[in-house]
DNA sequence: TCCCTGATTGTTATT
DNA sequence: AATAACAATCAGGGA
């Protein structure tokens, strides 16, 4: 563990990180973070949003591939759903001659 | 009031 | 190939 494990993490000079636009698609870590963070929050309900990310970091490192497997599954779709909304960013900018617009209005009784 | 910072890893985009 | 920036989260501090 003393090892620099060769990897001096890159220092990132400035972490802005508000933007608008397309967000990128999370990743399995991310998925993990927001269901861990939940549970995390349950039994230590002092830990700071930084400790939590310490904890997970290190639990995350444990999980195996199997493990992983559901949350990189999510990640998959997130993917597909960023692809399909830049896809669609470039459809949009075609001129879109042919629009079907389908509006289908169950009846609700409620009233 | 609004924006930025911290801490984690993974992915995307850029060069 | 390698590096920069950003994805969620939330509370606090600065302008």
Known sequence: ??????KARVAKKSKRVKKDGPKKPKSA?????????VTLKEEQ??????EQSKVIGQEWGKLTNDQKAPYAEKASQDKERYNQEKANLSGHAEDEE???KKEESEESDED
């Not at 563990?1 to 060769?6: N, T």
């Open 98 to 100: 042919e629009e079907e």
């Open 29 to 37: 870590f991310m998925f993990y973070s927001q269901e861990r963070r």
């Open 1 to 6: 563990m003393g090892k620099k494990a060769g």
């Open 45 to 50: 309900p002092d830990l700071k949003i930084t």
